[in-house]
Every structure is written in C-alpha cells, then in structure tokens.
C-alpha cells in the first residue's frame, strides 16, 4: 500500500523557519501532483502547496506564497515543504497529500484531487 509520513513539525516562534518532509513509499512521488494541506483547530482543511509532475509548477495559497517554497527531491523519494517567515496564524496539523493519476494538479484548493493522504503533523507558531 502506499504510504506518506510526514516529518520536521515542532514549535518555532513567530519568524522562524522550519522544513516539512513527506516521504513516499509504494509511489514515485515524481510521477504524480503532490500538495500541502494544513488545519487549524475548529476551521476547514486548507490547500497550501501543490507541486506538478509534468509542467513542474508550484501552486501556492495567497496565505503562503513568498513564504513557504514546495519541492521535491526524487532520488530520495521525498516532497519538503520550506516554510519561512511563520506567523502564529500558520499553527496547525499539516497534511501531505498524493494525487493517484499522472497529470498535474488542479491548483491547491480541492482536496478531491488527491488519494494518499500522511497521517498530519504539528506546527505551532508562538508569537
């Protein structure tokens, strides 16, 4: 089966900087749209990055963009998530996220065009 597992969450204060990791196994992670999702306490799971196989476009949410940088590095198997400059409004559970089929992703926004879902992992951003 296929699996993702996120890591490098923790706790920063605001300003600070932390790297994100999903690393894939059961799936080539250069082959398929892969994204960011985050959720904070009481709100709806948001899409925040997403990164295509084929065009090798990066697709941000306005609430990131300039901040946080997708990326991947095959021969690891391994998707990063840099996040730079964190705000205490980024606090949340970050997802890593798997589309099933090889075409580019559809923006960042619908979690509907993944199937592989990590298990979420901590940020906390202090002020």
């Known amino acids: 089966q296929v699996q993702l597992v996120e890591s490098g969450g923790g706790s920063v204060q605001a300003g600070g900087s932390l790297r994100l990791s999903c690393t894939a196994s059961g799936y080539n992670t250069s082959d398929h749209c892969m994204g960011w999702f985050r959720q904070a306490p009481g709100k709806d799971r948001e899409g925040i990055a997403a990164?295509?196989?084929?065009?090798?476009?990066?697709d941000y949410a306005d609430a990131v963009k300039s901040r946080f940088t997708i990326s991947q590095r095959n021969d690891e198997n391994t998707m990063y998530l840099q996040m730079d400059s964190l705000k205490p409004e980024d606090t949340g559970t970050y997802y890593c996220?798997?589309?099933?089929?090889?075409?580019?992703?559809?923006?960042?926004?619908?979690?509907?065009?993944?199937?592989?879902w990590g298990q979420g992992i901590p940020v906390t951003v202090s002020p």
């Open positions: 990164i295509s196989p084929n065009s090798g476009r990066a």
């Open positions: 996220a798997a589309a099933r089929y090889s075409w580019d992703c559809t923006g960042v926004g619908d979690p509907g065009q993944y199937r592989y």
